[in-house]
């Protein structure tokens, strides 16, 4: 009888000690949790973005990309071919890459993913399709067969290169004065706040 009462004993001092060490021990959380589900909760367009000038400047990115690749795409005969091939693939990934940016802007996602440097990301995107395109254009003016479709091609183009070359610089300035866009700041903080108002609230 007392070996079962000493056996209950020692469960319980076990359970408390349980929790104590449980409360107390070194691997706490020191982040906040994870809800399956939550990148896509809330999901809202962010008109203010869009009416902004880094906003404005991904829809005409995409719109020029879009259609510089409509213009090559018509192009029927070539020889030799490689300044349309590389421009059909330059025009074809900036149109995605940048679409997915537009897409992770105005839809807040970039305060919501917080794994991925999107001012970097963004940086990247510009500097790199200010080059490529910038090349594709000089190379498809230096091999067009100056049909219609080629013409307007290289035209866009170099349009879309300046629009590019104008996204790079905001990046490039914001990047080495370390000053963060405040429209895409506002949205974080209050994502943020939202986010931890919601764990707050959240029942045990």
């Known amino acids: 009888m007392r070996s079962g009462e000493e056996a209950e004993g020692l469960d ?16 706490q959380p020191t982040t906040e949790p994870v ?10 367009c962010n008109t203010r973005y869009l009416t902004s000038q880094p906003g404005i400047l991904k829809i005409l990115q995409v719109v020029l990309s879009l259609i510089g690749f409509i213009c090559i795409e018509t192009v029927m005969m070539c020889s030799p071919c490689a300044g349309v091939y590389l421009f059909e693939f330059v025009s074809c990934s900036a149109f995605i890459f940048t679409g997915g ?16 440097n999107w001012r970097l990301t963004d940086l990247i995107n510009a500097v790199c399709s200010t080059l490529l395109f910038f090349i594709a254009s000089v190379v498809l003016a230096a091999l ?4 219609g479709a080629e013409i307007a091609s290289v035209i866009f183009g170099f349009v879309v290169t300046v629009v590019y070359g104008v ?21 974080y903080t209050r994502a943020r706040t939202a986010s931890r108002g919601e764990v707050e609230t959240r029942p045990e």
């Open 12 to 27: 319980g001092e076990g359970s408390h000690m349980a929790m104590v060490s449980g409360a107390t021990g070194p691997y």
């Open 35 to 44: 809800y399956p589900g939550a990148v896509f909760r809330n999901i809202s």
């Open 101 to 116: 940016l537009l897409l992770v802007f105005s839809l807040n996602l970039h305060t919501k993913v917080h794994q991925v």
């Open 144 to 147: 067009n067969h100056q049909s």
């Open 167 to 187: 996204n790079m610089y905001k990046c490039i300035r914001q990047w080495r004065t370390g000053v963060q866009d405040p429209l895409q700041t506002s949205e």
